[in-house]
């Protein structure tokens, strides 16, 4: 059974802003310097499922941390992988290199919750070497 809801692109006339919507406001991306748990790291990146791959009908909180985000989980796929990297290149301020994209990294909200952290560490370990 797959949980995916349709997709709604809004025509560009009409859209409205996250604060009209139902929905909590967007948080802002993170701070470089901010540490974060991986609980509030899962949160977010449920978050950025929903929002990025505009999931209407799908609260964050409804997905599980160890739901199948492929197949017949939620029911991903590559297009919505390539947009799920952007959203979280953009919320946790790190880059992803197509070499370092491992398929079981996307398998659930918790490995892409290690993968966030492993990338965020790359991204501080670089800023401290320029330094």
């Known amino acids: ?45 449920k978050r950025v499922i929903v929002d990025c791959l505009m999931l209407e009908g799908l609260a964050p909180e ?3 941390d160890e739901q199948a985000l492929f197949g017949e989980g939620l029911g991903l796929d590559s297009v919505d992988a390539l947009e799920l990297v952007l959203g979280l290149e953009a919320e946790f301020g790190i880059k992803v290199k197509s070499d370092e994209m491992d398929r079981t990294a996307f398998n659930s909200v918790t490995s892409l919750a290690g993968f966030v952290e492993g990338q965020m560490a790359k991204a501080e370990a670089a800023r401290a070497s320029e330094t």
């Open 62 to 64: 409804e997905i599980g």
């Open 1 to 45: 059974m797959k949980l995916r809801t349709a997709r709604h692109k809004p025509d560009p006339r009409s859209m409205r802003t996250r604060t009209d919507d139902a929905h909590a406001a967007p948080q802002p991306p993170l701070p470089p310097d901010e540490t974060m748990t991986s609980e509030s790291i899962q949160s977010r990146i």
